[in-house]
Structure formats: C-alpha cells, structure tokens
C-alpha cells in the first residue's frame, strides 16, 4: 500500500481529504464521477487519488453505465497559439 503524503508534491501545499467531481472525456464523451474521494491541496488545488480510487474511475468510465445525463455549457476557443 502506497504511504499517504500530507504534503502536495507540486507547491508543498497540505493535503487534505475531500470529496470532488472528477471528469474525464471518454469516447468524445464528457463524463463526470461526482463523490470520489481525494487528498486536495490548499495551496494549487492539485487533487490525488489512491490507486483503488482510481481503478474503480476506471471501471466505471468503461462500463458506460451512466446514472444520469446532465447539461452543461459548452463554449469552443477559437483563439489558435
């Protein structure tokens, strides 16, 4: 098992357990997970999931089986750099 850090390894920021919205695109989807656990940093906002956590985003990404479809706002940039 993977030791917890207290301490975000991007800015040094403390971690501390929270629950988020992780979203990810799948198959030109947007899919969101809401309730997932993760240790959040208060300094960047950077989020970390443990490897179970992320093995059952998986799981769930790949069973296409969705609760609910919600509506959001979409917006394309046209600025190109």
Not at 11 to 35: F, Q, S
Request: with cysteine.
């Amino acid at each position: 098992m993977a030791k917890k850090r207290d301490r975000c390894p991007v800015c040094g920021g403390e971690l501390k357990p929270r629950c988020v919205t992780y979203t990810k695109e799948h198959n030109g989807k947007l899919v969101a997970i809401g309730n997932v656990p993760a240790e959040v940093c208060q300094k960047c906002g950077e989020e970390y999931f443990a490897p179970q956590v992320v093995d059952e985003l998986h799981r769930l990404i790949k069973a296409e089986s969705w609760s609910e479809t919600l509506s959001v706002p979409y917006i394309e940039m046209e600025l190109r750099v």
